[in-house]
């Protein structure tokens, strides 16, 4: 092989090369597009997350209104008859969710 064999060879080795790895960048399992798939994946997990614990905080709460040191009497009753549909037939029951107004 001449030199300027060796040279062009040499060029068309370092540019498959260059491209592969142009593509792997973009496409491969640690290129951008899977970067930017976990950011889409963190971002829906984040807004899960921040759900979950609202959803802990109100069910905190409400345990909160039914601990011995600090148990709401009314609050219990009122759990207690929804939950065993329970009360007396000329009794009037409203019910009020939290949170709803």
């Known amino acids: 092989m001449t030199g300027r064999?060796?040279?062009?060879?040499?060029?068309?080795?370092?540019g498959a090369l260059?491209?592969?790895?142009?593509?792997?960048t973009v496409t491969g399992q640690h290129g951008l597009i899977a970067f930017m798939d976990l950011q889409r994946?963190?971002?829906?997990?984040?807004?899960?997350?921040?759900a979950l614990m609202a959803e802990r905080d109100r069910l905190e709460a409400r345990a909160a209104r039914l601990r011995n040191d600090s148990l709401d009497l009314d609050y219990l009753d009122e759990r207690a008859r929804a939950t065993l549909a329970a009360g007396d037939p000329d009794e009037i029951v409203?019910?009020?969710?939290?949170g709803s107004s």
């Open 5 to 14: 064999h060796r040279f062009s060879a040499l060029s068309i080795a370092l």
């Open 18 to 24: 260059i491209a592969y790895l142009s593509v792997q």
């Open 41 to 50: 994946r963190e971002a829906a997990l984040a807004v899960q997350r921040d």
């Open 94 to 98: 409203f019910i009020i969710e939290p």
